[in-house]
């Protein structure tokens, strides 16, 4: 009787975490140009997941931003010139826990 106790405890307590696990809604692009709207990247409640790594390429494969506590905070900028990228299409890889996505995020100015 205890065991199953516990295997119908376990059950529950592995809903509740589904429950409360929010699905990421990744946005496929951005207009960084001033006029206060969709200056940056969004991804919707990856902020519920605090182990994550972000990483954006540009068409040559090389990476333009990198972090691992993305705030929904790119605007399109390169992280290691400092200097807006022009418009077009990027590549990212969003490893969150033991998942990885990849997709591509558009550059509109």
Do not use: C
Not at 53 to 78: C, K, M, P
Not at 92 to 108: C, E, F, H, N
């Amino acid at each position: 009787m205890k065991l199953r106790n516990i295997i119908l405890g376990l059950s529950f307590l592995g809903v509740s975490a589904a429950a409360q696990a929010q699905e990421l809604n990744i946005y496929s692009g951005f207009s960084p140009n001033g006029d206060g709207t969709n200056e940056t990247w969004v991804i919707e409640n990856l902020e519920s997941q605090p182990e994550h790594h972000l990483l954006v390429f540009n068409r040559n494969g090389q990476t333009v931003w990198e972090t691992s506590r993305y705030a929904n905070n790119w605007d399109g900028t390169d992280q290691n010139s400092q200097q807006p990228l022009p418009a077009g299409t990027y590549y990212y890889l969003l490893k969150v826990g033991q998942d990885t996505r990849t997709g591509v995020v558009t550059i509109l100015r």
